[in-house]
Structure formats: structure tokens, C-alpha cells
């Protein structure tokens, strides 16, 4: 039976963005919570794809095609397994709004409308949106359609923070990020061993978009040679007697390596991996990214611009300019791969807990237009979106790596960079 407190009868579930690891340990576990509680649980397949073009008659919403049912033979001994369960997909019913007046524009807000009248169609009382920062913006355009077009019956909106690279404010770390460190950890240790034997050396740019908390923790953890992340350009363009005007320089760049290179040559030491955070190639000056492609959420496409390749070609160029000894640099990129990888337990726990706390959030707190937050030994919290969306402009901010804190002076401290002017 369902909570009689609770006016929800039905709830839907979908997934948006890039994979994690641990994605149906969250899905099972909420799903698991409302089962068993009597509620039903819709999964709603590849994020709003097919919700955000919904219409009655000329594309209604088919069981099978748009949607699932979780029930317990769908969700028991789900949690450990790759991929997701409901798919995913970077579909964006909200792309047009981009500030609150557009909430009252009937055209920008059609796709908010589809949606809305696609989840009640199916008697959806609350929707449980699982997504990065782009889909917490996505859920919150929602919550504020709904009070906008002061709709009959509200769905309520939960929303689970999920992105790989842990740059999510309102939550310590998020889950799929100590696997993704995990795997590809291990992809460096294998670089590492490979520049051995070769006497070469390994450019890996990381995934991890704009902030390098997955860069910091694969070299930690993989014990790469040096790091570089966005937040190191002011103070790598400061110690070239360079001022950062918001860009990167890359012979800055360049030259930052080349010296890791002749310094542990000097050493004997004529191998390595420097780990790139992927999003340094969104510093670089508007002529390197005016060609290339944008999602639904007008992110550029990093993976087009291979900034791993395209720094080691530079350097091998300057080490001939100098007239130093030739050393065979490759570039590589790593992050696809580790996207599906098998949770290891913390990430499976993780992912367990926040799923539970979509249930707490809106059956036993009675709450809409929340996230659910993670404290201490895995304790639920809940942070409203008005503290996580600058109300005006309808954006989040990214959690950037504070370059006076512990965690990047611990990853400064174990690189191999002992000349590092960082």
C-alpha cells in the first residue's frame, strides 16, 4: 500500500547526459523504495527524448517505446550492472528559456508544455530527474514552468546530481567519479609502463569538461608524472611573466612540459604521462574553437579538439626548435571508456543512497524543486534549487578546484614536477 500520507500514486524516473558508473544503483534503489511502498514507477526512456515531443494523438507516449515499467523483476540485481537501464540522451525541453520571462512565452516554453502534458498523460505526480548540472537546470525549468502556467495538477520535481567529474556544487562527490578515477587510474599506470619500455612520453587529456577534479584524482591515483587543469593557467601564465586575459597560451603550456621533459631527462628519466583536464581546450583563444560542434545545451564538442594530440605535436616541435634531444610524444584520450565501467562499492552505495532519498524527498519530506544531497557517513540532505540556479540568469555554477586547498596541493605534491613554478 502507499504511504496514506502521500497524495503520489505514480512516479516517472529518467536519466540525461553522459553515462556513470553506479546509474542503476540509483535507478533500482529509488524504484525499489516506491515499489515497495506501493507506488508505481514509470522509467522514462532516453531522458526527455520522447516526452519533450509529446502529443496525444500524433505521438503519444507507447509503453515499450517511450517508457518501461520498473517493477521488481526489472530492478532486483540491477544495481551492479554497466550502462542504464531507462538510457540516456541530451535531449533539452528548456533549451529556449534563458531567463525567467521566457517562463511566460507560450512559443519558448512549448517544449516545457509537451513534456508536462506528456508525464500527466500517464498520471505521472512527480518526476525524479537524474543528470548533471545541464539537467538540473532542465528540472528546474520545469518546477517553474509549472508555477508559471498555474497548472492543474503539479508534478513534482526531485532531482539526483550525477556527473563523472564532481563538479557539482550542493554535494561533496558525486557518484561514478571514484570508478571513473579508478579505471582510468589504471589506463595510466598502463601509459606509464608502456613510456618505460619505450622511453616516450603520453599526453593524456582527461574527460572531465570544465573543472579538473577527474584529472586531479586519475594522475593521483595513476601516479602521472605532472597535472594540468584549468585552474592552473592564471598561475602557469603568471610564472611565464604572462597576463591571463581568460585564455590559454599554449606555448606556455608547451614550455611547462618541455621543461618536466629536459628536467627528468636530466635525471635519467627519459619517460612520462602529463594528465590534461579536457576542459583547458575550452581557454584556448576563439580561433582554435570557432569550428567546432555544440550539444543541445551549447557545450562545444571538447573530444573534436584532441588538445592531448595537438599539445604533443607541440612539443616534439619545440624540442627540435631547441635543438633538444628528440623524445616521441603521443597524445591519448581517456574518458568513454570509463563511463559504463563496473561501480566499485563506494559509487554502488552512493548511488543506492541518493536513489532511497528521492523517495524521502517526496513521500516521507514532502518535498518539490529539491535536489538530494549526500553528508557525512552517507546521510540524506536537500537542497532546494533556488541555491544551486542563480535565479536570474537560470544557470549553475561549475565547482572549480580551489587552488589553495588540500586536495590540488596534494596533487602538486605528488607529481613529478619538482621545478613546478605552480
Known amino acids: 500500500m502507499a504511504d496514506a500520507k502521500s497524495s503520489i500514486r505514480r512516479v516517472g524516473i529518467l536519466f540525461a547526459g553522459?553515462?556513470?558508473?553506479?546509474a542503476n544503483a540509483v535507478i533500482s534503489s529509488a524504484a525499489l523504495a516506491f515499489v515497495k511502498a506501493g507506488i508505481e514507477v514509470v522509467g522514462f526512456l532516453h531522458g526527455?527524448?520522447?516526452?519533450?515531443?509529446?502529443?496525444?494523438?500524433?505521438?503519444?507516449?507507447?509503453?515499450?517505446?517511450?517508457?518501461?515499467?520498473?517493477?521488481?523483476?526489472?530492478?532486483?540485481?540491477?544495481?551492479?550492472?554497466?550502462?542504464?537501464?531507462i538510457g540516456t540522451a541530451r535531449a533539452n525541453p528548456g533549451k529556449m528559456i534563458t531567463c525567467p520571462a521566457d517562463l511566460d512565452d507560450a512559443e519558448k516554453t512549448?517544449?516545457?508544455?509537451?513534456?508536462?502534458?506528456?508525464?500527466?498523460?500517464?498520471?505521472?505526480d512527480a518526476l525524479i530527474s537524474i543528470g548533471g548540472d545541464d539537467t538540473l537546470k532542465t528540472?528546474?525549468?520545469?518546477?517553474?514552468?509549472?508555477?508559471?502556467?498555474?497548472v492543474d495538477h503539479k508534478v513534482r520535481v526531485i532531482h539526483l546530481p550525477k556527473t563523472i567529474d564532481n563538479d557539482y556544487n550542493g554535494i561533496d562527490f558525486t557518484f561514478g567519479f571514484f570508478t571513473s578515477v579508478n579505471f582510468m587510474a589504471q589506463e595510466i599506470r598502463n601509459l606509464e609502463a608502456d613510456a618505460r619500455a619505450g622511453q616516450s612520453y603520453f599526453i593524456a587529456?582527461?574527460?572531465?569538461?570544465?573543472?579538473?577534479?577527474?584529472?586531479?584524482?586519475?594522475?593521483?591515483?595513476?601516479?602521472?608524472?605532472?597535472?594540468?587543469?584549468?585552474?592552473?593557467?592564471p598561475a602557469l601564465m603568471a610564472?611565464?611573466?604572462?597576463?591571463f586575459d581568460g585564455y590559454l597560451d599554449l606555448d606556455v603550456l608547451v614550455d611547462h612540459i618541455v621543461e618536466l621533459i629536459m628536467a627528468r631527462r636530466a635525471r635519467r628519466q627519459k619517460f612520462g604521462v602529463v594528465v590534461l583536464a579536457e576542459g583547458l581546450a575550452e581557454k584556448l583563444p576563439p580561433d582554435f574553437l570557432s569550428s567546432t560542434t555544440r550539444d543541445e545545451h551549447g557545450h562545444i564538442s571538447l573530444g573534436d579538439i584532441h588538445i592531448g594530440h595537438l599539445v604533443a605535436?607541440?612539443?616534439?616541435?619545440?624540442?627540435?626548435?631547441?635543438?633538444?634531444?628528440?623524445?616521441?610524444?603521443?597524445?591519448?584520450?581517456?574518458?568513454?571508456?570509463?563511463?559504463?565501467?563496473?561501480p566499485h562499492a563506494f559509487d554502488v552505495m552512493l548511488g543506492c543512497s541518493l536513489g532511497v532519498g528521492a523517495y524521502v524527498a517526496l513521500v516521507e519530506k514532502d518535498l518539490?524543486?529539491?535536489?538530494?544531497?549526500?553528508?557525512?557517513?552517507?546521510?540524506?540532505?536537500?537542497?532546494?534549487?533556488?541555491?544551486?540556479?542563480?535565479?536570474?540568469?537560470?544557470?549553475?555554477?561549475?565547482?572549480?578546484?580551489?587552488?589553495?586547498s588540500d586536495f590540488h596541493k596534494l596533487a602538486l605534491l605528488l607529481s613529478d614536477d619538482f621545478g613546478s613554478k605552480l
Open 18 to 22: 553522459g553515462p556513470a558508473p553506479g
Open 368 to 404: 518539490d524543486g529539491h535536489m538530494v544531497s549526500m553528508v557525512g557517513q552517507l546521510d540524506h540532505c536537500f537542497v532546494p534549487f533556488c541555491d544551486l540556479v542563480d535565479p536570474k540568469t537560470l544557470v549553475t555554477e561549475v565547482r572549480y578546484i580551489n587552488p589553495d
Open 205 to 233: 587529456e582527461c574527460m572531465g569538461r570544465k573543472a579538473g577534479w577527474l584529472s586531479y584524482g586519475v594522475a593521483m591515483a595513476g601516479e602521472a608524472q605532472m597535472v594540468v587543469g584549468v585552474e592552473d593557467i
Open 139 to 150: 528540472a528546474n525549468k520545469l518546477y517553474e514552468y509549472q508555477k508559471h502556467a498555474n
Open 239 to 243: 610564472a611565464a611573466g604572462k597576463q
Open 313 to 342: 605535436k607541440l612539443i616534439m616541435k619545440r624540442l627540435s626548435e631547441r635543438n633538444l634531444p628528440k623524445v616521441k610524444v603521443n597524445g591519448v584520450q581517456l574518458g568513454y571508456e570509463a563511463r559504463c565501467a563496473s
Open 48 to 85: 526527455y527524448s520522447r516526452l519533450q515531443n509529446f502529443d496525444e494523438e500524433r505521438m503519444p507516449l507507447v509503453e515499450g517505446d517511450a517508457y518501461i515499467i520498473l517493477n521488481f523483476d526489472r530492478i532486483v540485481g540491477a544495481r551492479n550492472k554497466r550502462g542504464i537501464m
Open 110 to 124: 512549448a517544449p516545457l508544455c509537451r513534456t508536462y502534458n506528456g508525464l500527466r498523460s500517464l498520471g505521472i
